[in-house]
């Protein structure tokens, strides 16, 4: 168990509506990192934040958002879905920034389908 | 886009046999790392090398990395049939804090 919580688990969703994926980071951890894992595209890096504020974006799609709250939880929000957008989506946690501090803590995803 | 790319992209072996696989990347590191995968599971972090080290030792894992040629190897040694999973290498660039992954070898370990 890494200790870093996603909900929910699963989600089965129609083209156009809008999901809210939901993480918690591990206890300590200042920095949440959001990944996308598809087929055919591999484990691409969408934002991170540290201590509540944005760090680093990566190929994040202006219909996604994110933010980190003050308790230190994550949300990531996809809206307009489309098939495409079918993926696993992974939340990760560090103490600190992943140069400085070193390895990512994963969660076990939140498997997104959209029909 | 992808920072780093492993080679090769599947491998199979039987067990008892050493298992390798190689990372490429592009541009200056502070660290690169590798982590494992169970089908459909979260990452696990594996080790840590950073750009000043040249290898690294962890268990039956043996990591390299050449600065020079940005690429890195993973080896497995004695490997087990738990082994199988896919694998990937992580990296850090310079300046920017995010992990970057690349594309993952998918290891097969059989009786």
Same mark, same amino acid.
């Given at each position: *168990?890494?200790?870093?919580?996603? @909900? ?9 509506? =809008?999901?809210?994926? =939901? ?31 944005? =760090? ?28 495409? *957008? ?24 939140? =498997?997104? @389908?959209?029909? | 886009?992808? #920072? !780093?790319?492993?080679?090769? #992209? %599947?491998?199979?072996?039987?067990? +008892?046999?050493? %298992? ?6 592009? /541009?200056?590191?502070?660290?690169? #790392?590798?982590? &494992? #995968?169970?089908? +459909? &599971? ?7 090398? &950073? ?7 962890? +268990?039956?894992?043996?990591? /390299? ?19 199988? %999973?896919?694998?990937?290498?992580? /990296? ?9 992954? !690349?594309? !993952?070898? &998918?290891?097969?370990? /059989?009786?």
């Amino acid at each position: *168990d890494s200790g870093v919580t996603q @909900t929910p688990k699963h989600l089965i969703t129609a083209t156009g509506q =809008r999901v809210t994926l =939901r993480c918690s980071p591990r206890s300590g951890d200042l920095s949440v990192y959001w990944y996308q894992q598809s087929l055919d595209q591999g484990l691409q890096f969408l934002i991170q934040y540290y201590n509540g504020e944005e =760090r680093a974006k990566g190929n994040i799609l202006e219909r996604f958002s994110a933010q980190q709250f003050p308790d230190l939880h994550s949300e990531l929000n996809l809206s307009s879905l489309e098939l495409g *957008d079918s993926a696993l989506y992974f939340c990760a946690s560090s103490e600190g920034l992943a140069g400085v501090t070193g390895e990512l803590f994963f969660g076990e995803g939140s =498997r997104l @389908t959209v029909l | 886009s992808q #920072q !780093g790319e492993e080679d090769p #992209q %599947a491998l199979s072996i039987q067990e +008892g046999e050493n %298992a390798t696989m190689n990372c490429s990347y592009k /541009t200056s590191i502070n660290n690169l #790392q590798w982590y &494992r #995968q169970n089908s +459909g &599971r979260g990452l696990v972090h594996l080790i840590l090398i &950073r750009s000043n080290e040249r290898e690294k030792h962890s +268990g039956r894992l043996r990591v /390299t990395l050449d600065t020079s040629k940005k690429s890195s190897s993973l080896l497995i040694t004695a490997s087990r049939a738990a082994d199988t %999973a896919s694998y990937f290498c992580a /990296t850090d660039a310079v300046p920017a804090s995010k992990l970057t992954f !690349g594309t !993952g070898t &998918r290891l097969q370990v /059989t009786l």
